[in-house]
């Protein structure tokens, strides 16, 4: 592994590892989940190129034994991103779908809870799958993006983007959906032979900020930041087929955009280590 690479990975693994520190995971447990990965990878890169998976040929790329690999091809990662998926996409329909939204002032209306028609009741039909309207509801209400009126009979937007903020598991859950999408944008980038075929990666930063300035750009980015995402999701739905039937094409794959926001002291002494 050269210097670089070497560099890139300790930065990625240290951020990582925190994130394990905190929930008292074993550096066994995070090998055993390097093995596996990597398993997987190499899997899926032989059969993408038309070459025999064996599991002597994953062993020798991978280094691992052959007894480790045959039980780690044995093995399927799981995913937990359900719950999160449907609340957004419930979300996604109040915000365009013109059944949900106030004709007058184009904002997401206040709708009663049951009816066939402009109803919570309908939105979660629509746009949930099989998720009940009163489990939609409770999971909304938790992460106060929804609230009951007065009277129980209509329920209310608070805000306009769903995002986990009690429970941290499902934030841990969203580090498993996130991180990967910009590893896999800089990895195409790193691999891609075609310039017009690069994907936008950008970010600004300085690094000799005072303390006392950083609320206002925090209030700052998170207002413009989210005015640019409802733009880019307005134009994803009206071309997402599962929000308009009538689209046509071929294949299916996800785009999207992702903006965060990030501060952190700066260590000149730490990072001068690691670069030598």
């Keep these: 592994m050269d210097k670089t690479l070497r560099l ?3 930065r990625i693994i240290k951020t990582l590892m925190r994130i394990l520190y905190r929930k008292g995971v074993a550096l066994g447990d995070f090998t055993q989940l390097v093995k596996q990965a990597y398993v997987d ?9 038309g070459e025999r998976v064996t599991t002597s040929r994953v062993a020798a790329i991978t280094g691992l034994t052959r007894k480790d690999v045959a039980v780690l091809r044995e093995r399927e990662a799981t995913e937990t991103s359900q719950r999160y998926n449907r609340g957004v996409r419930v979300l996604t329909g109040w915000l365009h779908d013109a059944e949900f939204v106030d004709a007058s002032t ?3 209306a206040i709708l009663p809870f049951r009816g066939e028609q402009g109803s919570f009741e309908r939105l979660v039909q629509r746009y949930s799958g099989d998720m009940s309207n009163f489990a939609m509801l409770e999971e909304m209400k938790r992460i106060q993006v929804v609230r009951e009126t007065l009277d129980g009979s209509s ?3 608070l805000s306009q983007v769903y995002l986990p903020q009690g429970d941290e ?5 969203l580090l498993g959906l996130d991180v990967p999408l910009l590893i896999s944008t800089i990895d195409h980038n790193l691999t891609s032979r075609n310039p017009q075929d690069l994907r ?3 970010k600004v930063s300085y690094d000799n900020l005072p303390i006392e300035v950083l609320p206002e750009f925090r209030e700052f980015v998170q207002h413009d930041s989210q005015q640019l995402l409802l733009r880019f999701n307005a134009w994803l739905y009206r071309h997402d087929r599962d929000s308009n039937a009538d689209i046509k094409g071929t294949g299916r794959m996800q785009a999207g955009v992702g903006i965060y926001y990030f501060e952190q002291p700066v260590d000149v002494e730490k990072d001068a280590k690691h670069e030598d």
């Excluded at 990878?41 to 190129?49: H, K, N, T």
Aim: aromatic content about 12%.
């Design 169 to 173: 598991g499902e934030k841990v859950a």
């Design 155 to 157: 329920v209310e937007l």
């Design 106 to 108: 184009g904002q997401p």
């Design 8 to 10: 890139a990975f300790y």
């Design 41 to 49: 990878v190499v899997e899926q890169e032989l059969a993408r190129g």
């Design 200 to 202: 936008y990666q950008r």
